[in-house]
């Protein structure tokens, strides 16, 4: 058991062998103008002042939404259709 909970607090923490890498300039560049183009850049206002592995875990966790998609649903809990 004691096993299983260190597993699980070093990937929050970004270590252990599934621990995610830093991305490339180039994987940032395009994640940042994915996130610019919906008018979310602002998150990441404080990128540059994380640590490797929180870089590498803020990227993973980014990639896996879509900005656009957010906005959408923002919108339409912010203004729902009249009825």
Do not use: W
Not at 2 to 25: C, L, M, Y
Not at 53 to 78: C, G, V, Y
């Amino acid at each position: 058991m004691a096993s299983v909970v260190q597993n699980i607090i070093d990937k929050i923490q970004g270590k252990g062998e599934d621990a995610p890498r830093e991305p490339s300039a180039e994987e940032l560049r395009q994640l940042r103008e994915k996130y610019e183009t919906a008018k979310q850049g602002h998150v990441f206002k404080f990128y540059d002042d994380l640590k490797s592995a929180e870089k590498a875990q803020f990227f993973q966790q980014l990639s896996t939404f879509n900005p656009n998609r957010i906005n959408e649903l923002a919108e339409i809990a912010l203004h729902p259709p009249q009825s």
